[in-house]
């Protein structure tokens, strides 16, 4: 049993400082991967090209040290009962599939019903962007939003709706550009209530 745990313990647990590569054998990766493709990493077109991918891998999976968590710690109960739905709509997002390392690109529509608080609504986003900026799948993405939110907020209900291509199928593989991939998670009054459900689905049409 203790070894089961265990298991588990280390796949969760954040990757340490230590086995952690530095910058150094990430430039290095990203050579091999140069020269593997046929192309000279030498050259003067290339040179610089593994340090840039460093800079832009950092933006891409900036959301490894964001804690969406803490992102909706801080919230305002002076909101004089309000107890509608919450939506902010739309929200663009850019993500790399966990299966191909290629752009998701989408959008996300994320609403709540409020029980006696609210949070800031860029938090909304700030909490999109964090999970979207790590390798995802979409549905995963998707129920984390959901989760985390409801967790944390503890409201009436939850409602996350994700529209996003894939650049995996449009760049390669079936190359079938121009299809979107649908996704949704709700959970309290979203889930139970047809009407909430109905009236947060034909916002995000
Ligand atoms: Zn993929």
Redesign the pocket.
């Known amino acids: 049993m203790t070894s089961n745990v265990h298991a588990l313990e280390t796949i969760k647990r954040p990757q340490t400082t230590s086995d952690r590569p530095g910058e150094a054998e990430v430039k290095a990766a990203f050579r091999t991967i140069i020269r593997w493709t046929g192309d000279d990493p030498n050259r003067n077109g290339l040179i610089e090209t593994p340090a840039r991918m460093v800079r832009a891998f950092q933006e891409f999976f900036v959301g490894y040290g964001q804690n969406p968590t803490e992102i909706l710690q801080k919230t305002f109960e002076e909101i004089e009962g309000y107890d509608e739905m919450i939506a902010l709509r739309g929200i663009r997002f850019e993500s790399h ?6 752009p ?1 690109i989408g959008q996300a529509w994320v609403a709540y019903v409020p029980s006696g608080r609210v949070v800031g609504i860029s938090k909304l986003a700030r909490v999109v962007e964090a999970y979207a900026k790590r390798l995802q ?1 979409q549905e995963k993405m998707t129920a984390q939003i959901a989760n985390t939110i409801n967790d944390v907020l503890k409201p009436q209900g939850v409602g996350v709706i994700i529209k996003a291509s ?4 449009s760049t390669r ?1 079936v190359h079938k550009s121009g299809a979107d991939l649908v996704t949704s998670r709700m959970l309290g009054c979203f889930r139970d209530d047809p009407l909430t459900r109905q009236a947060f689905l034909s916002m995000a049409v």
């Open positions: 599939c966990e299966h191909h390392m290629a998701i799948i894939h650049h995996c199928m593989g």
